[in-house]
């Protein structure tokens, strides 16, 4: 559905998106409580990723909320993994929604906590990490991913010190 612009303007308009974000915070939170359904996690992940990429193109919803949910659930579901696609795909995600705030309006939205954004900041610099090392078959596959994560990193760094750090540490 979010491959075509027109898919994407349709899941803006009709609020549709809300719906794919909660269906996959409930799939990641499944995930995490040992129930793997990782073919529709990143099912839902796709098209998320198609839409934010995308999100010049049509009336983009104003719903912080939202996103910022997703991003404690993207926080939550990577923390433990060593999953390189699972890691890749989710800073991707994040990455495209650190384009739509800052590290101060994150720590100022109810339920957001700094041990929150600490996981973000380690999921951010694990994925960065993985640029220039010997590449793996997976980590090659993920290229287009990392190249996600590298170009948003260069727009909001520097809103987002904690991230900066960890990346730099």
Not at 1 to 7: A, K, N, P, S, V
Not at 32 to 40: I, P, Y
Not at 88 to 95: D, L, T
Request: hydrophobic share 45%.
């Amino acid at each position: 559905m979010t491959l075509e612009i027109e898919g994407c303007k349709l899941l803006a308009s009709s609020g549709g998106y809300k719906a794919v974000v909660d269906c996959l915070i409930k799939l990641i939170k499944q995930n995490r409580h040992g129930v793997e359904d990782n073919d529709c996690v990143f099912l839902a992940c796709d098209t998320i990723l198609n839409f934010l990429l995308k999100r010049e193109r049509f009336p983009f919803p104003e719903d912080e909320s939202t996103f910022f949910n997703l991003l404690k659930a993207l926080a939550l579901w990577t923390e433990k993994t060593n999953d390189q696609s699972i890691v890749m795909m989710a800073s991707s995600i994040c990455s495209l929604i650190f384009d739509l705030t800052s590290e101060n309006d994150l720590l100022n939205h109810p339920g957001f906590s700094i041990s929150c954004l600490d996981s973000l900041s380690r999921l951010v610099a694990r994925s960065l990490a993985s640029w220039g090392q010997g590449m793996s078959d997976v980590a090659k596959a993920d290229m287009d991913l990392l190249e996600i994560v590298t170009a948003g990193y260069s727009r909001w760094a520097d809103r987002f010190p904690q991230i900066r750090k960890a990346v730099e540490e």
